[in-house]
């Protein structure tokens, strides 16, 4: 492997992500698998495997298995599974760590490689960027005694692990749309394990997302899913990505609710008993989650996005949970504080159940603001950081910025936010405000700035 072979592009802040025909490749599974067993150190002995269905994922995942194998470490390959069960199965084995093959939401063609630590700890940035030295390095020395590769299958363990860990007060009428991701089969399975009646949407496996894209913060992904929670009179619908670690729901209106809404309402009960906690969030979470979580008791902690990132941040303060807008729900209170969306889902279930309150009732319950969701700007992954650095510098010049991540720029009565995506050629872009007409500004501000490069078209509304 040459760096005429390599696209460098691929190599991301918390996982490895790129094309299966162009970027990715037995030998580069391979590689990587020696490069984790190097990362990992001598006194590593044990490492997980798993995959999602992508067409490509087992030839891939049994070229890293090899590379694991051949670096002397014994590596159980726990077959087709979410990444969170890859990460229980790192914690409930006391493995050194483990890998999990997929692209998580990216469309069919992707594929890729997430990697974590013993008990579900963070590989971070400059780890994975190290691995293309690792991968381009001449070929070394095989280890004296090469470890074995078997194979195990943890899907009772991590169910009763999941089910074990919250008490249901009573049924609800749940719709899971699976996306025809890895949840499809397990997500249903849980819920009617957790005593729910379930309506099934999209709940067969399948690599080519037949139905919609596996991103339940993209709207129109989600409005099969609104619809059928209507027509069914469910209790609420749930969501979920590709390869199982981020969550989406619907309350029984049919309203969705965002990533920060959510994290708000499923920090209300752990600050009931932790009075004090810190609960983490990144940059393009609104001001409302802020002030629930300080109203409620709580110590709201702002990190970049990315799940290595909030990761890191909740074992630094010790916090008991984090989350993003992407509908990563990262639990520490009684879990292993990994992003898991059926965890999250059962702890959402939990709460739900626990009075007579609706989902809608809760979310009004929520401080609301004008906002945009989530948008996303085509950007070239050469030119997406440049452009963010020119960008800080022009709000810096204008507003109070945070440059935690990107620039998030405070006028005052809004605030507006452009952030280089880690997963994907694309800017992030966000805007919130205390009104409709402070909010426009707040939107010709990024407009404005966005007129500086033609090659990026901006639509807020």
Not at 152 to 160: A, M
Not at 180 to 185: D, V
Not at 399 to 421: E, H, N, Q
Not at 450 to 458: G, K, Y
Request: charged residues 25%; glycine residues 8%.
């Amino acid at each position: 492997m040459t760096p005429e072979t390599l696209n460098p592009d691929i190599f991301r802040d918390y996982d490895i992500r790129g094309k299966s025909a162009r970027d990715l490749s037995p030998e580069l599974a391979y590689r990587l698998g020696r490069a984790f067993a190097d990362l990992l150190g001598p006194e590593a002995r044990h490492v997980v495997v798993g995959g999602d269905m992508r067409t490509d994922t087992p030839e891939l995942k049994a070229a890293l298995a090899r590379g694991l194998a051949v670096s002397g470490l014994r590596v159980t390959d726990i077959g087709q599974v979410p990444t969170p069960q890859l990460y229980f199965a790192v914690c409930h084995l006391e493995a050194a760590g483990g890998v999990a093959v997929t692209a998580s939401h990216n469309p069919p063609c992707d594929n890729g490689f997430k990697f974590c630590r013993a008990h579900a700890g963070p590989v971070v940035a400059r780890e994975i960027q190290g691995f293309k030295r690792h991968v381009l390095a001449d070929e070394p020395g095989a280890a004296v005694q090469p470890g074995a590769i078997h194979k195990q299958n943890l899907d009772e363990e991590y169910l009763e692990a999941l089910t074990s860990r919250v008490e249901i007060a009573r049924p609800l009428k749940v719709v899971v749309d699976g996306a025809n991701g890895m949840l499809s089969e397990l997500g249903p399975k849980l819920m009617r394990r957790l005593g729910m009646e379930v309506v099934e949407l999209f709940c067969e496996i399948d690599a080519r997302f037949p139905n919609h894209p596996a991103d339940p913060t993209v709207a129109a992904n989600m409005q099969q899913l609104v619809e059928t929670v209507r027509a069914t009179g469910a209790d609420l619908g749930l969501g979920y990505d590709g390869d199982g670690d981020r969550l989406g729901a619907v309350a029984e209106d049919g309203r969705c609710l965002f990533g920060d809404q959510l994290l708000a309402l499923l920090a209300r009960p752990i600050l009931a008993r932790k009075p004090g906690a810190a609960i983490v969030f990144e940059v393009k979470c609104s001001r409302a989650l802020v002030q629930d979580i300080e109203k409620h008791g709580g110590r709201p902690v702002m990190d970049r996005t990315g799940h290595s990132n909030i990761k890191r941040k909740m074992k630094e303060i010790d916090s008991p949970l984090g989350g993003e807008m992407s509908g990563h729900m990262f639990f520490a209170d009684n879990y292993f504080g990994f992003d898991d969306a059926l965890f999250a889902s059962a702890r959402l279930l939990e709460l739900l159940a626990s009075s007579d309150q609706t989902l809608s009732a809760h979310l009004d319950s929520l401080p609301h603001y004008p906002s945009t969701p989530e948008i996303r700007v085509g950007c070239a992954d050469e030119r997406k950081f440049q452009i963010v650095a020119a960008l800080v510098d022009h709000f810096q010049a204008r507003f109070p910025c945070l440059t935690l991540d990107g620039v998030r720029f405070d006028t005052g009565a809004g605030w507006g936010l452009v952030r280089a995506s880690n997963t994907s050629p694309k800017l992030i872009v966000r805007a919130e405000a205390e009104s409709a007409s402070e909010l426009e500004r707040v939107q010709n501000e990024l407009h404005e700035a966005f007129a500086a490069f033609p090659e990026l078209s901006l639509k807020l509304s």
